[in-house]
């Protein structure tokens, strides 16, 4: 059974830094990807970055190219994301997420994504 447990997340003023950590288990990351999604109250989920495991190819939205990076951890099937240079803008729950179609040639849409964690909520405010 495949599962996704999300953490990392946290209150952090306009400017500052997280890591989110996507812990993984029930596959193999090695043969597979894991895309990064975040919904704000009101709005629809947005895909944010993505990593495919065999390859290391890896994804950005326009919105976070240059202030986020996705990498795999040293631990086996964890994926983190760092986020830097946070903005109130980036306020949101964050979401991991696999599937067998995931991050196949870019982010692609949620429907690619058949498995997702439960969340971490990321506040950008001062």
């Known amino acids: 059974q495949v599962q996704l447990v999300e953490s990392g997340g946290g209150l952090v003023q306009p400017g500052g830094s997280l890591r989110l950590s996507c812990a993984v288990s029930g596959f193999t990351l090695d043969y597979g990807a894991i895309g990064w999604f975040r919904q704000a109250p009101g709005k629809e989920r947005e895909g944010v970055s993505c990593i495919r495991g065999s390859i290391g190819s890896t994804y950005y939205a326009d919105s976070v190219k240059g202030r986020f990076t996705i990498a795999r951890g040293n631990a086996k099937n964890t994926v983190y994301l760092q986020m830097n240079t946070l903005k109130p803008e980036d306020t949101a729950v964050y979401s991991c997420?696999?599937?067998?179609?995931?991050?196949?040639?870019?982010?692609?849409?949620?429907?690619?994504?058949?498995?997702w964690g439960q969340g971490t909520q990321v506040t950008v405010s001062s």
């Open positions: 997420a696999t599937g067998p179609y995931a991050c196949r040639d870019g982010l692609g849409p949620a429907r690619d994504y058949a498995y």
